[in-house]
């Protein structure tokens, strides 16, 4: 007699058919936030009665190249792939009350852990899939035996990669002068890991006959940028657009509006060529003008984990603009332009800013009074309706005098001025932070920590509309 | 040349130079399927445009390349009425009335087309390569619009010239910046990425076929050591070719840490760059170098 349905009503398991199967499975690509649109999806079933159903990467690939459109949208749709069919096999299975606990695990008994290991390892090394799904049968089934496992999947993972003494990256010198092990890489480590969660997943689902609810992917790109090189490529990807952005921006109207002058010499010269009819105007060029950008950023330590991203933005900022000065500040200010602009290496950057930039004075607090008056003291004859200025910084004052009249002056000389806080707006005014004192004079603040923060700033100073949350 | 299966596309482009991966081959395959634009995406160098050029010599079709850049705009890209011939037209024409004149400027005669046109014109099926979309403003893509879910192209003069031919459309971009959702719904998508090391190694070999299999095994194992390191521009399969050749005609035998300072310039191109990697790269050789044994 086949197990009672473990879902209850039908209704859930949905009409029976492929169709209703992938639509379901884009659904749950909607729901993970991938725009996928009822006309890719009839691309999508164009392309599967093109390919093989039988081979698993031709369907695989299909699907992904008229689903998946973006290398973000594919990361997404690879996890979910194998999630989803993964549950819908075991549901089926659990259905039709389909079981292999007797051959499971075969040969698990009379392995030794030793031997184990190193099978595990020549796997791992050489990279085959197949191999190493069998040997993380094996060492669940090795690990049964040691004792009870957690109950927990990801518990029972890292401890059966620590019992078998797995570690990415150079492996520590064998004790008794055996030969060097080879160094794993930490990329089929991951894959191995992958095995071991599935085997075990499929155990649970066994033994209660019931799949756990699905659950939505980890955020895992919503939190801070956890290394600064990680996620410098997005950081530098948002900059550049904003570097298109600030120099078209306004130029479009202005020149409509304003009438260009006709270069009379050029377009006598140009009509020559229509036989003294002038068919051709000709204009003077417009000389697009370089914007002219100064960055202003605070390094001290209330802003200590978001300093490393602002870092990053300064650097990417850096590689985009010629004409760009950068200053970092906590109770004084200090130019910076010549370090990024000698220094490729974004390690090398913070280390050379944290040592001899000589921003803090004798607390290590913010200043960001005496901070305006030291920045309009040094460049206020270089700021001109040209200059953007762009503050990254908490505006914590720890209590000191915020000068919001000399920030007024600055924000009056420069064409526009946008500020970017690494705090959630929720939190700005609270305790000492004067947000508020220098929002006035701001052409547009900003809550921005992540480079999705940075993205929306980009396009609201493009006067695009900004980017749901 | 209709073509069968994956297998068949992916053979037919491997005779022709290209070692296409799986699914390169499986969009290629689809693309001149379902009749659907292809857009590619991957880092520089990887092939992106080399692959509408095979396609182009594996179906036995013309490739018109359309290469993007800022400013591009519908009369470069399109069509454009020639001014000055029909101002020829107008002026020899002397007696003629307006009536006659004017329906007979705005003639296929005068139009002088540009590379969209030509494809969608063409009467032999054709490949057009849209070579990174991600140079045009977002206007310009909104105009590609109509041509790729259509294939057709409306001038307000003469009407609607539709395809009378399916190309196969190519567009790459290196992602510098996000295209538009209506763009890449109309499109395939393919993310080309460096190839591993076994494909490169074959890809390598394919091109410069008289380097040993064990100096070029080490190279491609250099190659992907400088392109762990954050480099401004990272070398390219291209690049890797040309070192191999480079490679050979110095007669090398072995990448030493002299080989390697000598011949390092084919595939770092940047002065900060060359600092980092041979920082790196060189010492590490040397390192290598000087735990073997000697002669």
Same mark, same amino acid.
């Given at each position: 007699m086949p197990p009672p349905s473990p879902y209850g009503p039908k209704a859930e398991v949905g009409p029976p058919g492929l169709a209703a199967k992938l639509l379901s499975f884009c659904e749950e690509l909607r729901s993970e936030g +991938?725009? +996928?649109?009822t006309s890719e999806i009839l691309d999508a079933f164009a392309a599967l009665e093109q390919v093989p159903w039988t081979s698993r990467d031709d369907f695989r690939e299909a699907l992904a190249a008229t689903i998946a459109k973006s290398q973000e949208d594919r990361r997404l749709f690879e996890l979910l792939f194998e999630r989803f069919f993964f549950r819908s096999a075991e549901a089926q299975a659990i259905e039709h009350g389909i079981e292999e606990t007797e051959r499971r695990h075969e040969g698990g008994e009379r392995l030794d852990i030793d031997e184990l290991r190193e099978q595990v390892r020549q796997a791992i090394l050489e990279g085959d899939d197949g191999e190493m799904r069998d040997l993380a049968r094996l060492a669940i089934a090795a690990f049964g035996r040691q004792g009870e496992g957690s109950g927990v999947v990801g518990v029972d993972v890292q401890r059966i990669r620590r019992t078998l003494g797995l570690s990415a990256g150079q492996q520590p010198p064998a004790q008794d002068g055996a030969a060097e092990l080879p160094p794993i890489d930490r990329d089929q480590l991951n894959a191995f890991e992958r095995h071991l969660r599935r085997e075990l997943e499929r155990d649970l689902i066994e033994r209660t006959s019931n799949l756990p609810p699905s659950r939505p992917l980890a955020e895992l790109d919503r939190a801070l940028p956890t290394s600064p090189t990680q996620d410098l490529a997005a950081v530098h990807r948002a900059v550049s657009q904003m570097k298109r952005r600030l120099a078209t921006l306004g130029h479009e109207q202005r020149g409509r509006r304003r009438s260009q002058t006709v270069d009379v010499r050029r377009t006598m010269r140009a009509s020559l060529q229509t036989g003294g009819v002038p068919m051709y105007l000709r204009y003077r060029p417009k000389r697009p003008r370089r914007p002219e950008i100064y960055v202003l950023c605070d390094v001290s330590t209330s802003v200590t984990s978001a300093s490393v991203f602002f870092l990053s933005v300064l650097h990417a900022l850096h590689d985009s603009f010629r004409k760009l000065r950068s200053f970092v500040f906590i109770e004084r200010i200090s130019e910076v332009t010549e370090v990024f602009e000698h220094e490729r290496d974004f390690r090398v950057i913070a280390q050379r800013i944290s040592s001899e930039g000589g921003v803090a004075d004798v607390s290590g607090y913010t200043d960001y009074g005496r901070v305006w008056l030291e920045f309009l003291g040094e460049i206020s004859d270089e700021l001109d309706p040209r200059s953007t200025v762009i503050v990254l910084g908490d505006a914590r004052t720890n209590g000191r005098e915020p000068h919001a009249e000399v920030f007024a002056q600055v924000a009056e000389r420069a064409r526009r001025l946008f500020w970017l806080n690494p705090e959630p707006r929720l939190y700005w005014n609270y305790g000492d932070s004067v947000m508020a004192a220098y929002e006035r004079h701001c052409d547009g603040a900003f809550e921005c920590w992540t480079t999705r923060h940075l993205e929306n700033f980009v396009n609201v100073v493009a006067g695009g509309v900004p980017a749901a949350d | 040349m209709p073509d069968g299966s994956v297998a068949e596309v992916k053979d037919s482009l491997a005779a022709v130079g290209y070692l296409a991966d799986e699914p390169a081959a499986l969009v290629s395959f689809l693309a001149q399927r379902l009749e659907k634009p292809v857009l590619v995406e991957g880092p520089a160098g990887v092939g992106k445009t080399e692959l509408a050029k095979a396609l182009a010599r594996s179906t036995g079709r013309e490739l018109i390349r359309l290469q993007c850049y800022e400013g591009l705009d519908e009369a470069k890209a399109l069509y454009e009425w020639n001014y000055r011939k029909q101002l020829l037209r107008i002026q020899a024409g002397g007696e003629d009335g307006w009536e006659d004149v004017h329906g007979d400027i705005f003639d296929q005669e005068f139009l002088l087309e540009r590379p969209l046109l030509q494809a969608i014109a063409s009467p032999e099926p054709v490949v057009l390569l849209i070579d990174e979309i991600d140079k045009t403003d977002q206007e310009f893509e909104a105009m590609l619009l109509e041509l790729l879910s259509d294939f057709q192209i409306t001038i307000p003069e003469l009407g609607e010239v539709a395809a009378t031919t399916m190309p196969i459309v190519v567009l790459t971009s290196n992602n510098s910046r996000e295209l538009t959702e209506a763009l890449k719904r109309r499109c395939l998508y393919l993310w080309l990425d460096y190839p591993d090391l076994e494909r490169e190694l074959e890809i390598v070999r394919l091109h410069a076929p008289e380097l040993p299999e064990a100096l070029a095994r080490r190279m491609v194992e250099v190659i992907r050591m400088v392109r762990d *390191?954050? *480099?401004k521009k990272p070398p390219s399969i291209a690049e890797s070719i040309d070192w191999a050749r480079t490679l050979l005609l110095m007669g090398a035998e072995d990448i030493d840490s002299e080989t390697f300072a000598q011949s390092m310039s084919i595939i770092v191109k940047h002065r900060t760059d060359i600092e980092l990697v041979s920082e790196r790269v060189g010492v590490k050789l040397a390192a290598a170098e000087s735990l073997r044994p000697q002669g």
């Open positions: +991938v725009a +996928v649109g | *390191l954050d *480099l």
